[in-house]
Every structure is written in structure tokens, then in C-alpha cells.
């Protein structure tokens, strides 16, 4: 189930979710997902929305560009990233973040969009 992601107080739940798993199983992501978290605030036209399962938001989040989607999950292979799909979570991953991904560069990708 995906969960509207609406207030300060949501953003905030997700973002110390996703900040408690990276710090513990994914701390090559733990600060990158800051400043996508800040891009996608940014450059979102639409609802975002959170994957929830049984009351907690999860990793998966979807947004909205102009009428074209987009879905950001954790990929376990290659040491771990962020990837930025097409459409959904089985999507093409048309870019992949780590905490050596520049704010520069996250900045130029979401402004291309």
C-alpha cells in the first residue's frame, strides 16, 4: 500500500526510516538520501508517496514530474544504492546515487528532468 506523503510531520517519520536503516545496513546512502529527499521536494509537480506496510513507511518512494513517474529504492547489489527508476520499482534505472554522488550532480539530474 503507498502512503500520500502530505505533511512535515510524514516527510519526517519517512526520512528517520530511512535514515535508521541506512545508518545500520546501508551507510554508504545515509547522506545522499538527504539531499534527494531535498530534490525531490524540489522538483516534485504531484503527490509523493511512501510505501507502507503494516503501519511503517518503507524504502520505495514515487514521485511525479510533469506527468512522468518515477521510483526510488535501495539496490542491494554493487555495494548498495539508491537507484531512480522509470515509472515503478521494476522500472529502467536511469541514474543511481551514493553518498559520493555530488549535490552539484543531484542537482543537475533533477533539474533535467
Do not use: P
Request: hydrophobic residues 40%; glycine residues 8%; charged residues 20%.
Amino acid at each position: 500500500m503507498a502512503l500520500t506523503v502530505e505533511t512535515i510531520d510524514l516527510w519526517r517519520e519517512y526520512l528517520k526510516g530511512v535514515m535508521n536503516r541506512a545508518n545500520h545496513h546501508a551507510q554508504n546512502v545515509n547522506e545522499i538520501a538527504l539531499a534527494l529527499i531535498g530534490a525531490i521536494i524540489w522538483r516534485s509537480t504531484d503527490e509523493v508517496k511512501v510505501m507502507e506496510r503494516e503501519g511503517e513507511a518503507k524504502n520505495i518512494l514515487w514521485m511525479c514530474i510533469n506527468g512522468k513517474n518515477f521510483c526510488f529504492t535501495y539496490d542491494h547489489s554493487n555495494g548498495g544504492f539508491i537507484a531512480m527508476r522509470e515509472g515503478n520499482s521494476r522500472g529502467n534505472i536511469i541514474h543511481h546515487f551514493t553518498n559520493q554522488t555530488t549535490n552539484a550532480e543531484v542537482k543537475e539530474i533533477f533539474q533535467n528532468l
